[in-house]
């Protein structure tokens, strides 16, 4: 044991895949991680760690990891691949890269993350670095995931804002100032399965040891619903209709808080007439959730002194998304829960730093109007959503897919792909999304393991260091963390090295100011007085002080707006239930709700022939996505994939607990075994996405299963959004149960 060695880290990207954020320890012996464990002094997670990061060891370790960088040999798809050296793989990515920026623009390359990962900052670096405004969350229908909440948010509140669970100070519970909210409204969001966006579920768990009360709107019965006061128990996709009929309740009854919303809500008579549309009985129809428990919820709710609520991806995945999250945003300010203890609080990047400047506010600050202009004129999807040109720097996924088909307005020849599985679980109609892939001339993967993805479209493919082996900074909210390279494997990089060397060649004027990478975080931690290295002498995380960083009241306090006037940061400075940007961007400045694109409203022959309503991706601790079904630890807690099932629905259709299924639609069918549950009504099935069997061929057509297992197969696109953002339809997607013959 002797020459054994401690290093504390954050969890963040590979590994355990997730949003992260977590304190952890590594041990390590003989330049090996042999051991993890949970971090007790971190504020965030106290000590506290998930299965996947239990598994790392085995993660790490595996033989099938890619520890080298790979070139196709064979033809595409036919799984031939040798190793070659770094510099080969640089070389290489640079010559076809530039050769395609020389004949069609650098637009044509487009570059495609996953999930929030350690990600946003070494992809834009590198996209922007090569010339492209198309950065992407490829696949992601309508990129249902955040952009829509953080989009309303934004319109609303001109920040962002989280569920109060005492995360921003540094003494937690304990800290005189916060209170525990009365009431958490969870919605959509199973938090302690997920951890999702830099929420912790047992942060939840912890505030209901302290009184806090649940309300939780989820069609399905989880353990967090089963311990809440309401279950507000939806039909799925119909949230929007039952965050204006709770507004109605508030409203009409006059429970809202007056002072608040005469004080700091703009907007509130034109809400007011809205919600008129949305009476209890006609929002019970919609949503199958009685009038008297909407009606109890929502006064529960308003009359609490202060609550919260946390929200998750079915929100965005809503039709219209971006509207049903500014309608539950409404709930938020007329109830005056903004900027106070026990509330929504508002959240800041860490001390104001940010891994990279990729949001258009801070693009523009750094390089003015024309950058973004210029960008703004060849990003995908911008000329027809004004949002996704204002918004956020994202390409529109839908959009970008379609135009690899076409090449209209202008051909789209390669693909960068860092942290996403297209094929195995990010894209829906995952078929289409390959072959028109398989059109591009040439694709780079940059990941840990083969994947649908590898197999099926990469030239080259560059190996990614685990979070254990890498350096970088977090300021996802609070703490301001650092991470610590204590390991290496194989030749892995990590992606923040990678991009950094590939920036380097496509703009070495631009990138001279760094050196060395560390130069670089230290420029991005100065507002925090601090560098790389003071950051990890003082334990590798630092909690925000006074000021703009830390809650609460800083609205009243003038800590919010640059120019240091009490208020929001919105054009009239007050919380913007009527959305003066939305309303410039052509949208509509007033929630509204949009059934989803197939049900028995919208599509009732579709609904007879197929009649059960498919819920994907509610989350299981045990995988990320598509990631860990090879890890043994884990699958050996969910060998198959499988389909809940109601037993009035199974007895239906005279289907056995465990017996292997289709579930079948239009677009196909894949297997799953059946699980006869409570969990899900008896009009709703539910199965987890991201299934690819690793043990099975991955070279095509097989692609480990992919065709047999992925439910995206499916799940349909395009979305359905006028803002471009939200309405994936992967909580929604109508489908039939059938026997698989012998
Ligand atoms: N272990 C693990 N953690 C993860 C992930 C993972 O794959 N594995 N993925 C990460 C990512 S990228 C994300 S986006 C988050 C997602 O995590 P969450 O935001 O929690 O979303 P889901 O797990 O999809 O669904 C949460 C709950 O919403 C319910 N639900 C389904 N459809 C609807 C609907 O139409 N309306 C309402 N109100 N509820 C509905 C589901 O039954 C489920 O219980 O998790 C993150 N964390
Ligand atoms: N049916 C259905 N489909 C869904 C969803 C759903 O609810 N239902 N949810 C959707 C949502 S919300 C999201 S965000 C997407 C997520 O989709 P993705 O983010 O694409 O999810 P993963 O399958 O985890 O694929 C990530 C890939 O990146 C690799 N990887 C992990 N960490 C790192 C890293 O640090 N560096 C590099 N270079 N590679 C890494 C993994 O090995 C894996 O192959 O999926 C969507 N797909
Ligand atoms: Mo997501």
Redesign the pocket.
């Known amino acids: 044991m002797s020459d054994m060695t401690i290093h504390k880290t954050t969890a963040w990207s590979a590994g355990p895949?997730?949003?992260g954020g977590c304190g952890q320890k590594i041990f390590v012996k003989d330049g090996k991680m042999v051991k993890i464990e949970g971090d007790e002094t971190h504020p965030w997670s106290q000590g506290r760690s998930?299965p996947?990061v239990l598994a790392l060891t085995q993660y790490m370790y595996h033989k099938d990891r890619i520890t080298t960088p790979l070139k196709r040999v064979g033809a595409r798809g036919e799984g031939k691949f040798v190793p070659i050296s770094w510099d080969e793989a640089f070389d290489t990515c640079e010559k076809r890269m530039n050769d395609i920026k020389a004949q069609y623009g650098a637009e044509s390359m487009v570059f495609a993350q996953g999930?929030?990962r350690d990600i946003g900052g070494p992809i834009t670096m590198l996209c922007y670095s090569f010339g492209s405004p198309n950065w992407v969350q490829l696949g992601l229908s309508g990129h249902s995931?955040?952009t829509p909440r953080l989009g309303a948010m934004k319109a609303v509140f001109g920040d962002f804002a989280v569920a109060d669970c005492s995360q921003f100070l540094e003494k937690r519970y304990e800290d005189p100032e916060w209170v525990a909210p009365e009431v958490i409204i969870t919605?959509?969001?199973?938090?302690t399965?997920?951890?999702?966006?830099g929420f912790y579920g047992h942060w939840i768990v912890d505030c209901m040891k302290r009184g806090t009360k649940i309300i939780a709107?989820?069609?399905?019965n989880?353990w967090l619903?089963s311990r809440s006061v309401h279950h507000l128990q939806?039909?799925?996709?119909?949230?929007g209709a039952l965050a204006l009929g709770m507004l109605n309740v508030i409203i009409n009854e006059g429970i809202y808080d007056k002072a608040f919303v005469e004080k700091w809500v703009h907007g509130f008579a034109e809400l007011k007439e809205r919600v008129q549309q949305f009476p209890v009985e006609r929002v019970a129809a919609i949503t199958e959730v009685p009038a008297e428990v909407i009606v109890a919820a929502a006064r529960q709710f308003a009359n609490a002194k202060q609550a919260a609520i946390q929200?998750?991806?079915?929100?965005d995945?809503?039709p219209d998304g971006t509207s049903v999250a500014h309608a539950i945003t409404c709930l938020t300010a007329i109830t005056g829960n903004i900027d106070i203890p026990g509330g929504q609080v508002i959240a800041r990047p860490s001390n104001g730093v940010t891994s990279y400047p990729f949001s258009t506010e801070e693009l523009i600050k750094l390089y003015g109007e024309d950058l973004i202009k210029r960008l703004n004129e060849k990003r995908v999807g911008a000329d027809i959503y004004p949002m996704v040109k204002n918004f956020r720097g994202w390409a529109q996924p839908d959009v970008v897919i379609d135009q690899i088909n076409s090449g209209k307005p202008y051909p789209i020849k390669g693909a960068w792909i860092q942290t996403c599985n297209i094929i195995g679980g990010q894209a829906a109609r995952a078929e289409f999304h390959l072959e028109a892939m398989k059109k591009l001339d040439f694709v780079v993967v940059v990941d840990l393991f083969h994947n649908p993805t590898t197999m099926a479209l990469a030239d080259i493919i560059l190996p990614a260091a685990t979070f254990p082996e890498k350096d970088s900074i977090r300021s996802w909210w609070v703490p301001l963390t650092s991470m610590k390279k204590c390991v290496q494997v194989g030749e892995c990089k990590s992606d923040w090295e990678i991009n950094f060397e590939m920036a380097k060649r496509f703009n070495p004027d631009g990138m001279k100011r760094w050196g060395k990478l560390e130069d670089m975080f230290d420029e991005r931690l100065k507002p925090s007085g601090l560098t790389f290295k003071d950051l990890q002498h003082q334990g590798g995380w630092k909690m925000p002080v006074d000021g703009p960083f830390k809650p609460y009241r800083r609205h009243e306090r003038g800590l919010l707006r640059p120019d240091n006037k009490p208020g929001f940061t919105t054009p009239s400075g007050k919380a913007e239930v009527y959305s003066q940007a939305f309303k410039e961007w052509g949208l509509d400045p007033l929630p509204f709700y949009t059934e989803p694109p197939q049900s028995a409203v919208s599509t009732p022959e579709l609904k007879k022939k197929y009649p059960l309503i498919m819920?994907t991706?509610?989350?299981?601790?045990?995988?990320?996505?598509a990631e860990h079904r090879m890890i043994p630890w884990l699958r050996e807690k969910m060998p198959d994939p499988y389909v809940e099932i109601h037993p009035e629905t199974a007895a239906k259709y005279g289907i056995y607990d465990g017996e292997w299924i289709h579930l079948e639609n239009d677009m196909g069918k894949i297997r799953r075994k059946a699980r006869i549950s409570l969990k899900v009504k008896p009009t709703e099935v539910?199965t987890m996405h991201?299934w690819w069997l690793p043990e099975l061929p991955g070279k095509a057509p097989e692609l480990f299963g992919v065709w047999d297992y992925q439910i995206n197969k499916i799940v349909p696109g395009p979305h359905c959004a006028k803002s471009g953002f939200g309405g994936g339809q992967y909580?929604?997607t109508l489908c039939t149960l059938s026997k698989i013959e012998q």
């Not at 919605?187 to 938090?191: A, E, I, L, P, R």
Request: charged share 15%; hydrophobic share 25%; proline share 8%.
């Open positions: 895949g997730c949003h998930c996947k999930t929030g995931c955040y919605w959509g969001q199973d938090s399965t997920g951890c999702p966006d709107v989820d069609p399905r989880t619903t939806l039909r799925p996709g119909t949230d929200w998750g991806v079915p929100v995945m809503c819920i991706g509610a989350r299981s601790q045990l995988f990320f996505h539910h991201g909580k929604t």
